[in-house]
C-alpha cells in the first residue's frame, strides 16, 4: 500500500513523501476503506507545519488528511460482510492520505447514490462546521440574524445555504468590492465590503444600532475585534479560524485586540469554536447522525459543496499550493483510485 507521509514538520513541499507501507488488516470492530478521494484543507496544510491544534498533531511518522470518500473492502471479524463494497466518507478519522485506511464500523458512513465522489469527499469538514455552528450552537431559528466574516469562503457560502433553508438572515462582511453582488445573488441579505473603511458604521446601521446577537468569525484580527466590541448584550461571537494569521510569522498577526469594557458591560461572549472539539464533544452517535443528515441533504440538493478539481497524486504539491491560493475557485481533492 502506498500512503503519502510525514516524517518532520516543515512545508508541505519538502516534507510530505510516498512511502511503500504493508497492507493494513482490520481488527474486531473495524472497516477498511479503499480511499477514492480525500480533499486538501488548508488546515491540513497547518497540521504538516505543525501549526495546527496541539491535540490534532500527529505522532510522526503519519499521513495527513481529515476526511474523504472510499469503498469498504474488507471487515474486521464481528462486521457485517454485508459492508464489504459500501462507499462511506469517514467520521474524524485523520490519515486520509493514503490507499487504505482503518476506520472503527460505525465512523464509515454510508454515502447516499445521488451524492457525488466530489462532494462525498469534503462533506465532513466545512458542511458540518456551518450547521453546528448555525444549527447547534447559535441555534438560529427563522427570522434571526447571523453576522458573519468570509461570507465568501466555503464555510461561508455553505452557511448561505443553510440560512436560505432554515429561514435565518445573514450580514456578511468580505474582503473584496467584487464579492459584494456575488454574494447578494447567493442570498446573503446585507453585504458589506471591509475594504471600506466605513464597515464599523455600516454594521452598526444594519443591526439597528442594537448590537450583534450571533456572529461567527474566520478572520481575526482587527475585523474579529470590530465584531466582538459590535456584540449586544449577551451576544455571542464564535471565533472558527484566523484568516488574518494565514502564512504569518509576526506573533501581532495572530492576535485579537478586544475591548475589554465593550465586552464586560455587555456580558458578551467570544469563544473559540473548533470542528473537532465539537464532534467529541457530541460523540460518535450525535455527530453521525448530524453527517448522515447532511449528506442526505446533498442528495436532495438543498446544500452543495465548492466545485471540486482532482490532482492525481505525482501533483500533490500542486494541490497544496492550489488550497491556499486567493484566486482557487475549486478544492484540490488527491485521487487515491478510480471507482
Not at 453585504?191 to 461567527?216: F, H, N, Y
Not at 469563544?271 to 452517535?285: D, E, H, M, N, P
Request: glycine share 8%; aromatic share 6%.
Amino acid at each position: 500500500m502506498k500512503a503519502l507521509i510525514i516524517e518532520r514538520n516543515g512545508e508541505p513541499s519538502g516534507v510530505v513523501h510516498w512511502r511503500d507501507l504493508p497492507e493494513p488488516t482490520p481488527g474486531p470492530g473495524e472497516v477498511r476503506v479503499k480511499m477514492l478521494l480525500a480533499p486538501v484543507h488548508p488546515s491540513d496544510l497547518h497540521v504538516i507545519r505543525g501549526r495546527f491544534a496541539r491535540q490534532r498533531q500527529p505522532v510522526l511518522p503519519a499521513s495527513p488528511g481529515s476526511e474523504g470518500v472510499g469503498v469498504i473492502d474488507a471487515v474486521g471479524s464481528d462486521v457485517s460482510r454485508t459492508r464489504v463494497g459500501e462507499r462511506v466518507v469517514l467520521l474524524d478519522v485523520p490519515g486520509t492520505w493514503r490507499e487504505q485506511v482503518i476506520s472503527p464500523a460505525d465512523r464509515a458512513i454510508p454515502v447516499p447514490a445521488a451524492v457525488s465522489d466530489e462532494d462525498a469527499a469534503q462533506a465532513l469538514i466545512n458542511p458540518t462546521t456551518a450547521w453546528a455552528m448555525t444549527m447547534s450552537e447559535h441555534q438560529l431559528e427563522r427570522g434571526d440574524w447571523l453576522v458573519q466574516s468570509a461570507a465568501g469562503s466555503t464555510v461561508g457560502r455553505l452557511v448561505l445555504q443553510i440560512a436560505k433553508a432554515q429561514g435565518f438572515r445573514t450580514i456578511n462582511l468580505v474582503r473584496r468590492e467584487e464579492q459584494v453582488a456575488e454574494i447578494q445573488a447567493l442570498g446573503g441579505d446585507v453585504v458589506l465590503c471591509t475594504a471600506d473603511e466605513r464597515w464599523p458604521e455600516q454594521l452598526k446601521t444594519a443591526t439597528g444600532d442594537k448590537g450583534i446577537v450571533s456572529a461567527i468569525d474566520c478572520v481575526a484580527g482587527q475585523t474579529g475585534a470590530t465584531l466582538a466590541r459590535q456584540l449586544a448584550t449577551n451576544g455571542r461571537m464564535l471565533v472558527y479560524g484566523a484568516l488574518s494569521s494565514h502564512r504569518q510569522t509576526d506573533p501581532a498577526a495572530f492576535e485579537m485586540p478586544i475591548f475589554a469594557p465593550a465586552l464586560i458591560y455587555s456580558a458578551a461572549e467570544v469563544r473559540g469554536w473548533l470542528i473537532f472539539s465539537w464532534l467529541a464533544r457530541k460523540g460518535v452517535s450525535e455527530a453521525s447522525q448530524t453527517l448522515r443528515s447532511l449528506l442526505d441533504r446533498m442528495a436532495e440538493g438543498t446544500l452543495k459543496p465548492p466545485a471540486a478539481q482532482r490532482y492525481s497524486l505525482d501533483r500533490a504539491h500542486e494541490a497544496f499550493v492550489a488550497a491556499e491560493s486567493a484566486a482557487h475557485d475549486a478544492k484540490p481533492l488527491l485521487v487515491f483510485a478510480q471507482r
